[in-house]
């Protein structure tokens, strides 16, 4: 079973970046479909962006220009390089598959947008 591991978050003012990383484990996750996920208390966590195995991304509108996905499958990893950040992308971020079922969750990264 693939263990998913998230770090890069923190504190950043508004119009900052931060680059997120997703180390998984325990199994390749080079032939996945992955995503990043996001979770504000009391809401539902969400798909933000995926990429495929065969790495073509889709970026929604509201992320479209300022975030960028992409994968390392020499590293069995998955990063998000997030820019022009706003404090609407405050959440805890979560990586995991994209292609119809899940793996067991990691424990996330908190991403904070505030001056």
């Known amino acids: 079973q693939v263990q998913l591991v998230e770090s890069g978050g923190g504190l950043v003012q508004p119009g900052g970046s931060l680059r997120l990383s997703c180390a998984a484990s325990g199994s390749s996750i080079r032939l996945n479909d992955m995503g990043w996920y996001r979770q504000a208390p009391g809401k539902q966590r969400e798909l933000v962006v995926s990429?495929?195995?065969?790495?073509?991304?889709n970026y929604p509108d509201f992320v479209k220009g300022r975030f960028t996905i992409s994968r390392d499958n020499a590293k069995n990893s998955l990063y998000l390089q997030m820019s022009s950040l706003k404090p609407e992308d405050t959440d805890v971020y979560y990586c995991?598959?994209?292609?119809?079922?899940?793996?067991?969750w990691g424990q996330g990264t908190q991403v904070t947008v505030s001056s």
């Open positions: 990429i495929m195995y065969y790495g073509y991304t």
């Open positions: 995991n598959s994209s292609g119809g079922g899940w793996f067991n």
